[in-house]
């Protein structure tokens, strides 16, 4: 079976605090994508960044980080000195071949607080 | 870079009327779309897949005569919330997938979503 288990539900951060969001996937396809992607409290999904199930290598982008590790079907997501702005809810999500959907996981609520 | 447009953004309905949805790839021609629902304060549920000039794949548990889903060109898929109640409000997003390339994930582009609201 397909599916991305986001274990933290809300998490809440002072600003300038470092965070991280948690993303453990289950797939049986060798060939798959991996997302985050970030939902504002207008609702639009604001696109952040894919990996291929064949890319471990870890990504920084800016205050954004993230690390995929095969090992531990995980793809685990950083922000470092968290502002305000970054307060969404946060979506890891899975895109498999086999069934070309993209499914999502539960979604992380990330509040920062000034 | 690849724009969805999603219409409209806001609708507020009777209970027992019927909404229609739109949502168009601007910039490109999308043979698949897909359409989401999401509760407040939950995640994205894939609804249907909505291939152009074919029946929409509806996931198990939807009511495909609930959601009708119509994708009849290249740029366009409508989902057509019949005979609506207070139960299907909810905020629905849908999703082009951008034929290309030799990339097999081809790149999904979402909507800014409809929230719908049914009195």
């Known amino acids: 079976a397909q599916k991305v288990t986001q274990a933290q539900t809300e998490i809440s951060v002072v600003e300038k605090e470092d965070v991280t969001l948690d993303c453990v996937y289950e797939?049986?396809?060798?060939?798959?994508?991996l997302f985050w992607y970030k939902q504002p409290p207008s609702g639009e999904l604001v696109f952040l960044i894919r990996r291929n199930s064949f890319d471990e290598q870890n990504e920084i982008s800016g205050r954004y980080s993230w690390n995929f590790q095969k090992s531990t079907s995980s793809f685990n997501f950083t922000i470092t000195a968290s502002q305000v702005v970054d307060s969404a809810v946060y979506f890891c999500a899975l895109f498999y071949n086999q069934g070309g959907k993209l499914i999502f996981g539960q979604g992380t609520e990330l509040s920062v607080k000034p | 870079g690849a724009v969805v447009s999603q219409h409209p953004s806001r609708v507020i309905c009777k209970s027992g009327t019927s909404v229609k949805i739109e949502c168009r790839s601007l910039d490109f021609q999308a043979t698949t779309m897909f359409w989401y629902r999401q509760f407040p304060k939950q995640s994205l549920m894939l609804m249907a897949t909505s291939n152009e000039g074919s029946k929409a794949t509806y996931e198990q548990g939807v009511e495909k005569d609930k959601f009708l889903i119509n994708h009849a060109s290249l740029t366009l898929s409508t989902l057509t919330v019949t005979s609506a109640h207070p139960e299907d409000s909810s905020f629905y997003i849908c999703s082009a997938r951008d034929v290309g390339g030799d990339d097999p994930y081809y790149g999904y582009t979402f909507g800014s979503g409809t929230r719908l609201t049914v009195v």
């Open positions: 797939t049986r396809d060798t060939t798959y994508y």
